[in-house]
């Protein structure tokens, strides 16, 4: 396999910049993955590096090697495609054996059919192998293309949203399995998603992109804890993010943060007050797990009425309206307070993400040290 490093890439389409000076670095071995909104340049970064299109500037390199002007046959590399790509007139078995009946890539009839049979058993598809495509579901396709790209060893796997098309528990079950395939592999992927869940689930890394730029480069965990902006910070999360203006205040007393509603301030770590003293108008942003609620006031509680309440399974997600702000958490299902009815909340305040209101870039969490940053813009 391969190790993958983008170069000041930029695509333009007429007046519209996909991508807009982007580098990015993808170890050998590592499951990658490139995240973000519709249009937002992620298939335009997979098709430059497959060789589908050709960049305007910047440069394409596989283990050091410039390939940017190689042809797309001549990179061998294998692509899965959101919208599977099969022959409709083979059989799953000649789907999956076509890449080694090429005349780049020939292999003996006994060659083929050895790789084919472990791949379609890898996938739990021996027994579809002699059906047409149209005669199998949307899942089975997807595993027949996929079959078909790892029927051979290319220097890297390029897989454009491919499980998009499925239902939620079959995209499930495909996301650990796709997991466990790479693993037993050991190849390089780069992965393309709009689910952020599949994002977290299935990448070493992940490049967030949106317009054609990179917002932050990082682990799931340095992404989820310690987002590059709000913009990141709202990607990631079910519920969306909260996000509170507040503003910092230090005194002999120690140091709070004031919330706009109902004219309270909560005390925070005094390494807060000291970080953000200076740091101008400032966001929080707080996860719903850091919300917990209450029927009656609490210390430090924040008087509200619930809005909405939206089933989800075992849990239920509940929106409150403070004045004119709207705060989400989840509650467990049977735990079901009634509309318009009074509420008062109570925030973990030591898990707040801070930005700067005027820019949304990140400025301060407790612990980032520990929790890590990754690589971030700005």
Same mark, same amino acid.
């Given at each position: ?6 170069? #000041? ?91 080694? #009946? ?15 049979? #472990?791949?379609?058993?890898? /996938? ?41 098309? /499925? ?44 317009? %054609? ?17 709000? $913009? ?38 005094? /390494? ?40 989800? %399974? ?40 801070? $930005? ?9 969490? /407790? ?5 890590? #940053? ?5």
């Amino acid at each position: 396999m391969s190790s993958i490093t983008l170069k #000041r890439i930029t695509k333009n389409y007429k007046k519209v910049r996909a991508v807009d000076d982007i580098s990015l670095e993808v170890r050998d071995n590592e499951f990658f993955v490139i995240f973000g909104p519709a249009g937002a340049g992620k298939t335009s970064i997979l098709n430059v590096i497959a060789g589908i299109i050709e960049p305007d500037q910047g440069v394409v390199l596989f283990d050091d090697e410039d390939i940017t002007l190689v042809e797309s046959a001549d990179r061998n590399v294998s692509m899965v495609f959101e919208n599977y790509a099969l022959y409709p007139h083979m059989s799953a078995y000649d789907n999956i054996a076509s890449p080694l #009946r090429s005349p780049k890539y020939k292999k003996n009839e006994d060659e083929i059919k050895k790789e084919v049979y #472990r791949v379609a058993s890898m /996938l739990h598809i021996t027994e579809l192998l002699d059906r047409l495509p149209s005669q199998v579901s949307n899942g089975q396709r997807q595993r027949i293309a996929l079959g078909r790209s790892l029927v051979r060893s290319p220097r890297v796997f390029l897989m454009d949203e491919p499980l998009a098309h /499925l239902d939620a528990k079959l995209r499930h079950a495909m996301r650990k399995e796709l997991k466990l395939i790479q693993e037993n592999f050991k190849s390089t992927t780069i992965y393309v998603t709009h689910d952020y869940s599949e994002a977290m689930s299935l990448g070493n890394r992940i490049a967030v992109i949106d317009k %054609g730029t990179i917002q932050q480069v990082g682990t799931p965990n340095e992404i989820f804890y310690t987002p590059a902006n709000r $913009f990141v910070a709202r990607l990631f999360g079910e519920p969306e993010i909260n996000i509170i203006p507040v503003e910092i205040e230090n005194s002999a007393q120690g140091s709070f943060v004031k919330l706009p509603w109902q004219g309270k301030s909560l005390p925070v770590n005094a /390494l807060v007050g000291e970080k953000l003293k200076e740091a101008g108008l400032l966001d929080a942003g707080l996860r719903g797990m850091d919300i917990q609620y209450s029927l009656k006031p609490l210390a430090d509680s924040i008087r509200g009425t619930v809005y909405n309440i939206e089933p989800m %399974g075992n849990q239920n997600c509940i929106t409150v309206k403070i004045d004119d702000a709207q705060l989400q958490f989840m509650l467990p299902a049977e735990l079901k307070p009634d509309l318009d009815s009074e509420i008062f909340l109570t925030f973990n305040m030591s898990n707040a993400i801070y $930005f700067a209101r005027a820019d949304g870039r990140y400025l301060f969490r /407790l612990g980032e040290d520990e929790l890590g #940053r990754g690589e971030t813009i700005g």
